[in-house]
C-alpha cells in the first residue's frame, strides 16, 4: 500500500503553484495533461539517486499519462517496474488487472485483481473488475460471486447492482435479478439500463402487468428508447394485453420502417385479438422480405383460416409441409382445413399421418372420426384405440365417449362447463362436436343450431369456431328449416 499512501501525502501536502516551481514535481502534480506528466515523470525517474519509494510513485504516475495518452505497452512496463519496487501494492495490482484486460491478457487480469484482493480485502472495485472478467470467461457462478462480494462492500455503487443483476438473469436467477435491480434504482431511479432490466426480468417471471410498468418508465426517461418500446410490446403481447401491444409495434413500425420482427408479433397480436384480416396482411407483408419464413407462414395460414379463407390457409400449410413433411402442426391443421371444405378423404390421410406422429393431440382423432364417418368409411376402432390414451376425466374424453355411444349431448356439455377458466372454449369446441353429429345422423336444423351455439362463445381462435363457420356456409339452404315454427 506505500504507492497509495504516498501519492495520498504528495497532493495533499503541495499546492499546484508550488509544484509548478519545480518540473520534476510536475509528475505528481494533478493538472499537467499527459504529454506534460509523462516529460516530467522521466526527468525525475533520470536521476541516479532517486528513492525506491519515491522512483515506485513516479513510475506508477508516467503509467497512468502513458495509459491516457493511448500507449498501453509502456504504461505496462512502468507499472511492471514499479510493482518490481514495491511488490503487492493493491492499487498498482488494481491498475495492471486494468491494463491487461484491456490489452487481451484476461488471465493475467484475473491474477492481477486476485493479488488486489489478497492484499486489500475490502477493496471492492477489484471484486467487481474480476467478477466482470469472470463473467466474460463464462465463470458465471464465481462472477456472481464476486460481484455479490463487491455489492457487499460497497452497496452505493449502482453500476456493481446492474452487472450483478444482469449476470443473475442470464443465469436464470430471475427472482435475484429483480431484487438487485431494484436495489440499483434505490441508487439510482432514473437508470434506464436497470429499468429495462428489471422488466426483463419480470415479463420473464411472468408477471407482465410489472415489466410494462418498467419499460413504461424507461420510455418516460426516453421516448426514443427502442429497447424499452420493443420490450413493452412484448410484454403486452405475452400478457394479453393485445391493444397495447398492436399499438407498442405499430410505433416501432414507424421508428423503424424496416422492422420485420415488428411486423411479426403486431400481427400475432392482430391474430389472437380476432383481428384476422389485419393479420394476413401483416404476416404478408413480413413474408415479403423473408419468404419462406414457417412461423409467419403458419401464422398466415391461421389468420386466412379465422377470415374463412380455406384455400388460402390450406396454400400456406402445404407449403409448410413442402419443407417438412413430418411437421405435425401444419399436418393437422390441413387436415383439420380439408375436413371444413368436404374434402374426406385427404383428410382423413393429413389426420392419421399427423396422429402417428409424437405428441399427437387427442382433438386429432374427433376430427378423423369426423372426416371418416363423413366420407362412408367405419372409423370407431380408430377413434375407440386413441380413447384409450386418454384419461377418462380429462378432454375431450367425453367427446370421445359421445361418438362411441357412452354419454349423452348433455354429459358432454356439462363437462365443457366445469372448469370456468376454460368454458368458453371447450363449449365452442362442444357445440360444434356435437354439430358435427347431428349433421351425421342427418339431423341439419339441429346441427345449424349447435353451429351457431359455438360461434356465439365468441372463441374466434379456436379452429373449432371455423370449422362451425364453414358449416353453417355450407348449411345456409337448409337455414329456414332451424327456424322455430
Known amino acids: 500500500m506505500i504507492m497509495r499512501r504516498m501519492l495520498y501525502g504528495l497532493s495533499m501536502l503541495t499546492a499546484p503553484s508550488a509544484l509548478a516551481q519545480t518540473a520534476t514535481l510536475d509528475c505528481f502534480a494533478p493538472a499537467p495533461g499527459p504529454p506534460a506528466k509523462i516529460a516530467a515523470c522521466s526527468k525525475m525517474l533520470g536521476g541516479a539517486s532517486l528513492p525506491a519509494a519515491t522512483r515506485a510513485l513516479a513510475l506508477f504516475a508516467r503509467a497512468e499519462a502513458l495509459k491516457a495518452s493511448g500507449d498501453n505497452a509502456s504504461a505496462l512496463a512502468d507499472i511492471d517496474a514499479a510493482l518490481l519496487i514495491a511488490p503487492g501494492d493493491a492499487a498498482a495490482l488494481l491498475a495492471r488487472g486494468k491494463l491487461s484486460d484491456a490489452t487481451g491478457n484476461a488471465a493475467r487480469a484475473e491474477a492481477d485483481f486476485s493479488a488486489a484482493i489478497a492484499e486489500d480485502p475490502a477493496l471492492a472495485e477489484a471484486y ?22 463487491a455489492r457487499r462492500l460497497n452497496p452505493g455503487d449502482a453500476e456493481v447492482q446492474t452487472q450483478l443483476a444482469a449476470a443473475q438473469l442470464k443465469a436464470g436467477q430471475t427472482a435475484d435479478a429483480v431484487a438487485s435491480y431494484a436495489a440499483a434504482l434505490a441508487v439510482n431511479p432514473r437508470d ?106 403458419m401464422g398466415r395460414g391461421l389468420a386466412r383460416q379465422s377470415s374463412g379463407d380455406t384455400e388460402g390457409a390450406e396454400a400456406d400449410f402445404s407449403t409448410l409441409l413442402v419443407k417438412a413433411p413430418a411437421a405435425a402442426e401444419p399436418r393437422a391443421r390441413r387436415g383439420y382445413l380439408r375436413v371444413m371444405r368436404g374434402e374426406y378423404a385427404g383428410a382423413v390421410s393429413d389426420l392419421a399421418m399427423a396422429m402417428a406422429l409424437p405428441d399427437a393431440p387427442p382433438e386429432l382423432a374427433l376430427w378423423r372420426f369426423i372426416a371418416e364417418t363423413r366420407g362412408g ?95 353453417l356456409a355450407r348449411l345456409a339452404p337448409h337455414a329456414d328449416e332451424s327456424k322455430p315454427r
Open 377 to 471: 368409411q367405419k372409423a370407431e376402432a380408430a377413434l375407440a384405440e386413441a380413447a384409450q390414451k386418454v384419461a377418462s376425466r380429462e378432454w375431450p374424453a367425453p367427446v370421445m365417449d359421445y361418438y362411441l355411444g357412452s354419454v349423452s349431448g348433455d354429459a358432454v356439455l356439462a363437462a365443457a362447463a366445469q372448469d370456468p377458466k376454460e368454458r368458453p372454449g371447450r363449449l365452442c369446441e362442444a357445440y360444434f362436436y356435437l354439430g358435427q353429429a347431428a349433421i351425421i345422423l342427418n339431423n341439419a336444423p339441429e346441427a345449424i343450431k349447435l353451429f351457431k351455439a359455438a360461434l356465439t362463445t365468441g372463441m374466434t381462435r379456436y379452429t373449432e369456431y371455423a370449422g362451425a363457420r364453414a358449416e
Open 192 to 297: 434506464a439500463s436497470a429499468l429495462r432490466g428489471r422488466a426483463t426480468a419480470y415479463a420473464r417471471a411472468q408477471n407482465y402487468p410489472a415489466a410494462v410498468a418498467d419499460f413504461s418508465a424507461a420510455l418516460n426517461l426516453d421516448s426514443g428508447d427502442i429497447a424499452a418500446l420493443e420490450g413493452r410490446g412484448m410484454a403486452a403481447l405475452q400478457g394479453g394485453a393485445l391493444a397495447a401491444a398492436i399499438a407498442d409495434f405499430s410505433a416501432l413500425t414507424a421508428l423503424r420502417p424496416g422492422d420485420g420482427g415488428a411486423v411479426f408479433f403486431r400481427a400475432n397480436a392482430k391474430l389472437q385479438n380476432g383481428d384476422a384480416p389485419g393479420a394476413t396482411e401483416d404476416f404478408s407483408d413480413f413474408l415479403k422480405n423473408h419468404p419462406g419464413d414457417s412461423e409467419a407462414l
Open 128 to 149: 467487481g473488475l474480476r467478477g466482470a472478467l469472470r463473467l466474460k470467461r463464462r465463470a458465471s457462478e464465481d462472477g456472481i460471486a464476486d460481484l455479490g462480494e
